[in-house]
């Protein structure tokens, strides 16, 4: 997780919304990494998650990431859950909770819904105060900025 605030950090100096993430092969290496990268792309799909996935994706040599796991700042969305079980993720590790958009408790829960093909395990809050200040603390300059 340690690594994946370092990439939530990156974004923050780009101007995107801090948020990083990691893909960890079940031998401990690390496939794929990314942070959001919606404005510096231009592309809405360019989330931290599918920019990990795709990384790790092409570095195994394979869509199926079996056995990896997913280390992610804050709460995955509903397109990058959607993305999880795509990648047939073992394991997601996230810090804080996205109570507006998060897909995993917040909202809905995907990532073990009946209706998918595919189900993984969820650890959530690790170190949750750490990933949403990072978050909070972004949206409070946005906004001080904005009223000036």
Not at 86 to 111: D, H, K, N, T
């Amino acid at each position: 997780m340690g690594e994946a605030l370092k990439l939530a950090r990156a974004a923050e100096l780009a101007g995107e919304v801090p948020v990083g993430a990691v893909v960890v092969s079940a031998e401990g290496e690390a496939l794929g990494r990314g942070y959001n990268r919606t404005l510096l792309d231009v592309d809405p799909s360019a989330h931290a998650e599918i920019v990990a996935l795709r990384e790790a994706a092409w570095r195994a040599g394979n869509h199926r990431l079996a056995g990896c796991t997913l280390y992610v700042t804050i709460e995955p969305c509903v397109m990058c859950a959607g993305a999880l079980v795509q990648a047939r993720i073992a394991r997601l590790v996230y810090g804080a909770e996205e109570p507006r958009a998060g897909a995993m408790r917040s909202v809905p829960s995907l990532a073990q819904h009946p209706a998918l093909n595919h189900r993984f395990e969820v650890a959530a809050g690790v170190l949750a105060a750490e990933c949403g200040d990072l978050v909070r603390q972004f949206f409070q300059q946005k906004r001080s900025g904005r009223a000036q």
